[in-house]
């Protein structure tokens, strides 16, 4: 049955456009994966600056290593989370927000509790989506 499908060595295909998110993001696996030769669609046009982000945590060290939490990761994060908001305030586009915890979801469970405690910024989540996870949970979104 396969014989009469595939004939000869097999052949790989390989995906040449990406539309579902910005280069920034794609950038990584695009150097890595694609040896650069994916072209990423889609623009930042709503003008909302860099599309991801990284912030060393000066003081940032896990502190509790069995459930594998970085409490001045977690505060700096809300702190800038909540500058994004104020700094959305006047504009009539609201940016949404994906905060990713690389190593480990509980992380992602305390970074989503003081993002909760934080009144401005729960009162504000919904309308900017803010969605805080391990990368499983970003995994096939945009």
């Not at 060290?61 to 006047?90: M, S, T």
């Amino acid at each position: 049955f396969f014989k009469f499908f595939f004939k000869g060595p097999a052949t790989t295909i390989c995906l040449r456009e990406h539309f579902r998110c910005l280069p920034e993001i794609i950038g990584f696996c695009n150097k890595h994966f694609y040896d650069n030769r994916l072209i990423p669609l889609l623009e930042n046009k709503l003008g909302f600056g860099r599309a991801i982000q990284f912030f060393p945590v000066q003081k940032g060290k896990c502190i509790d290593r069995a459930r594998l939490q970085n409490i001045p990761e977690a505060e700096e994060i809300v702190k800038r989370v909540k500058g994004l908001l104020q700094d959305d305030e006047d504009k009539p586009i609201k940016r949404s927000i994906g905060i990713v915890s690389l190593f480990h979801e509980a992380q992602a469970v305390l970074i989503d509790k003081y993002l909760n405690e934080d009144e401005y910024i729960s009162r504000n989540r919904a309308k900017h989506k803010i969605l805080c996870g391990d990368a499983r949970a970003f995994q096939g979104d945009e």
